[in-house]
């Protein structure tokens, strides 16, 4: 029979770097310009098949702002998956994004499989944070690594179903 795995996810990263746009985008397939800002958390859940299994996200979209970082231990801790969003063309993201790598690594539990997500690649011509500056930081902190963007798609099913395989691979 087909296995049904849950595994609650978390989202982490700054305000604007696109998490609310990356879950809109992977749970319904759309994309708004002016995404509302996340107050607290918001919850969605979503199934993706990996050969013979389906893995059945529990997704926690977190706020970011700085006045709701006391509640984000309730989301990451028992979190089977964490994607971390920057935006590439804003380098206080993506310091932002290395603070909740350190806090991950600190707090959570060492079985969470982190994702480092370069949010907005469509915009290439405001780039500021370099790829290859991103995957050396990734490799060197054990994260797997992928440029999104919410707007064109790209890469959104795809960060989701490589994090579905390393829990599916344990
Ligand atoms: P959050 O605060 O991290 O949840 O960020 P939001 O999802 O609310 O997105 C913040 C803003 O960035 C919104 O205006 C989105 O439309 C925009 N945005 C999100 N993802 C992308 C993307 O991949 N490309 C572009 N061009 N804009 C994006
Ligand atoms: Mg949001």
Known sequence: GNKIRN????LLGDVGAGKSSLVLRFVKGQF?????STIGAAFFSQTLAVNDETVKFEIWDTAGQERYHSLAPMYYRGAAAAI???DITNPASFTRAKKW??????????????????NKADLLETRQVQIEE???????NGLFFMETSAKTAINVNDIFYEIAKRLIQG
């Open 7 to 10: 595994a609650k996810l978390v």
């Open 32 to 36: 708004v310009e002016f995404q509302e």
């Open 84 to 86: 971390v969003v920057y």
């Open 101 to 118: 790598v350190q806090e991950l690594q600190a707090q959570g539990n060492s079985s969470t499989v982190v994702a480092l997500a370069g």
């Open 134 to 140: 991103a995957k050396t930081y990734a490799q060197e």
